[in-house]
């Protein structure tokens, strides 16, 4: 059974920054996509960032290009997505995915149809 647990939420203020991990258990990685999107209230959730488990390529959203980075540490089957410079229309519940046999361009091109697997989230505040 894969898990993925979402943390490192919380309240900052808009030129903050802030680092979310997803944990990930339950199966080798090694031919998934990992990815994050988000979901503000009354909004659809959108794609923000992905990364090839195994060769570590990344695909962003235009949104977030220059302030996000996503990134994994396949020795404790993480992911991180490191957020700086935060904007108050960043804020929303900040999900991690999982979609195996993908690149993380085709994860993010393809978003958010095809996820195997989803956490739970994080919710990110962000306020001016």
């Known amino acids: 059974q894969v898990q993925l647990v979402e943390s490192g939420g919380g309240l900052v203020q808009a030129g903050d920054s802030l680092r979310l991990s997803c944990a990930a258990s339950g199966s080798t990685f090694r031919s998934y996509a990992m990815g994050w999107f988000r979901q503000a209230p009354g909004q659809e959730r959108e794609f923000v960032a992905a990364?090839?488990?195994?060769?570590?390529?990344?695909y962003y959203a235009d949104s977030v290009k220059g302030r996000f980075t996503i990134s994994r540490d396949n020795a404790k089957n993480t992911m991180y997505l490191q957020m700086n410079s935060l904007k108050p229309e960043d804020t929303a519940v900040y999900y991690c995915a999982a979609r195996s046999g993908t690149t993380a361009q085709t994860m993010g091109v393809t978003a958010p149809d095809g996820m195997d697997y989803w956490g739970k989230g994080t919710l990110v505040t962000v306020s001016s």
């Open positions: 990364i090839s488990w195994s060769r570590g390529s990344t």
